[in-house]
């Protein structure tokens, strides 16, 4: 089986756009969780969403956002990208929101 | 609020010696799950070992093992027989109960092992 799978890998955007990220979780895994990891620091929760409802969020401000489908992939979406926003953005998915899950390999971000 | 502090930025150790990697947490939950991760440069993180608070004995996952101090909200890994693959960022992770459910990290502890 497929792991969980983050697209795409690599992005660089410029100040003030938008971007949105992608995962799909390992078939059968109904919850997916966010974190940011900046260079040199440990990784920060974003969001979790089960059954595509917000089941929890970070102390990110509203220009973060996701969503997920029905067929339980997810969309972290960012807005009015600052330089602060360049980070390795992780997913995790696991059957149920109670557990941590397992880790795609990100998306590096880079924000110029 | 959760706290994971990993006091030791940097440790490296020689191929087949063992090395422990040292983490502190600060939690009001009598409930939890402490977790150790391995970054390599490939960026996933990796589950190397779990340890449930209620259960007093240690963790043991082949080469690693844990020392779980509860009272002393300590808990740290050992590696054994360390292999040039074991060199990777190390992460201390924290997961609670109630009703947020999410991995509060330490800062990470680099460790290369030296042929």
């Known amino acids: 089986d497929a792991g969980v799978t983050q697209s795409p890998t690599h992005l660089i955007k410029t100040r003030g756009q938008h971007v949105t990220l992608r995962c799909s979780p390992i078939s059968g895994h109904k919850s997916v969780s966010w974190y940011q990891q900046v260079l040199g620091q440990g990784p920060q929760f974003i969001f979790q969403y089960y059954e595509k409802e917000e089941r929890g969020r970070g102390n990110f401000p509203d220009r973060f956002s996701a969503r997920q489908f029905p067929n339980y992939s997810s969309e972290l979406n960012v807005n009015a990208l600052l330089l602060g926003d360049s980070a390795l953005y992780l997913c995790?998915?696991?059957?149920?929101?109670?557990?941590?899950?397992?880790f795609g390999q990100g998306t590096r971000l880079t924000v110029v | 609020a959760q706290t994971v502090t990993q006091s030791q930025p940097e440790m490296s150790v020689q191929e087949a010696e063992t090395v422990t990697l040292s983490c502190t947490y600060d939690?009001?939950?009598?409930?939890?799950?402490l977790f150790w991760y391995k970054q390599p440069p490939s960026r996933q993180m990796i589950l190397v070992i779990r340890?449930?608070?209620?259960?007093?004995q240690n963790a043991t996952e082949n080469r690693f093992s844990v020392n779980f101090q509860k009272a002393a909200k300590s808990f740290s890994l050992k590696i054994s027989d360390s292999q040039l693959g074991d060199t990777a960022m190390y992460f201390c992770?924290?997961?609670?109960?109630?009703?947020?459910?999410?991995?509060?990290f330490g800062k990470g502890t680099l460790l290369t092992v030296n042929p």
């Open positions: 995790a998915s696991s059957f149920r929101p109670t557990e941590p899950g397992f």
């Open positions: 340890q449930e608070a209620y259960k007093q």
């Open positions: 992770a924290f997961w609670g109960g109630g009703s947020n459910y999410k991995l509060t």
């Open positions: 939690t009001s939950e009598s409930n939890y799950y």
